[in-house]
């Protein structure tokens, strides 16, 4: 099933798509799509019992917020594609090891809410990922353990500073990756019995209707299983926890200096059965 928040900044309710694709409201089931409701509410049980129809309509043009909100933990794995690592002339995450950093929580926005230029933003990159929603709670899980972890895909942009995270002297992420609406998560929550395989699966992107980004998740080092495993040894995943599983080739830093992302350009991401974002970025 396909899950989502609709409503206006602030006040999202929980949706789910019935069988025909029309929205319909859920918060009679659940309270939202948080991590304290996911903790403790099986909704994917509650909604498989239900006649999905019998829930109020949502009106088609809702604003959709962030699929989970407020999210738990933005996790990010780095170099996880064979070719986005040669494209960089990056080591990839192999061997069992992977970069991981995080973003804020702040930066998580809806699938189709405005890309922010800051007033201090360098050179605005895109990044199209897979994103891994943990739906159980679990540390120290082992690789055949995970997938009962997941709760489902959703696509994610990991929308990259590429002045302050690469030309600056710290060299950290933090700041390159953490500006506010540098994390669109959705439109859907799909939970994993809809994805018959999570490393196969067409991920494209567009900026100003120029395909920039196509690849398949099966370039992927490390699937999700790898990843959550890997994760867990370091921390708790909880539901909710948000993790983005790496991009590919097609970055700005790749076509070329007057690439980066400007005030106006559009932004357009698809994943295979998971949805589509579209993004303007907007300056602050």
């Keep these: ?27 009679s089931v659940i309270e939202d799509l948080n991590p304290r409701c996911l903790s403790r509410v099986d909704i994917v049980a509650k909604l498989k019992s239900a006649d999905t129809k019998a829930f109020p309509v949502v009106a088609s043009a809702a604003r959709l917020g962030p699929c989970v909100d407020p999210v738990g933990k933005i996790i990010c794995i780095g170099y996880n594609s064979r070719l986005h690592a040669e494209e960089m002339a990056s ?31 360098g050179k605005l990159d895109w990044e199209a990922e897979l994103g891994v929603v943990i739906g159980k709670k679990g540390k120290y899980i082992g690789k055949s353990a995970a ?24 060299k950290q992420y ?4 953490g500006f506010d ?39 992927y080092i490390n699937s999700a299983e790898d990843v959550v495993s890997y994760l ?11 993790i983005a599983m790496g991009s590919a080739p097609g970055n700005a830093r790749s076509w070329g200096e007057d690439k980066f992302l400007k005030p106006g350009d559009r932004v357009r991401l698809e994943i295979e059965s998971l949805g589509v974002q579209e993004q303007t970025v907007t300056k602050e």
């Design 1 to 27: 099933m396909k899950l989502l928040r609709y409503g206006p900044l602030g006040l999202e309710r929980p949706a789910v798509l019935d069988a025909g694709g029309v929205m319909r409201d859920i918060s």
């Design 91 to 121: 080591k990839p995450a192999t061997g069992g090891e992977m970069p991981v950093f995080f973003k804020p929580s702040s930066a998580a926005c809806g699938a189709n809410d405005p890309i922010i230029y800051s007033r201090f933003a």
């Design 147 to 170: 997938l009962a972890h997941i709760l489902g895909y959703t696509c994610f942009n990991d929308v990259s500073d590429r002045y302050w995270q690469f030309e600056k002297d710290d």
């Design 174 to 177: 933090t700041k390159g990756k």
């Design 181 to 219: 609406s540098f994390a669109p998560i959705g439109p859907y929550l799909v939970t994993k019995d809809e994805v018959a395989d999570a490393g196969d699966l067409d991920v494209k992107l567009w900026v100003n209707g120029q395909l920039r980004q196509d690849f398949n998740t099966s370039d």
């Design 232 to 242: 867990s040894r370091f921390f708790t995943l909880y539901p909710g926890d948000v």
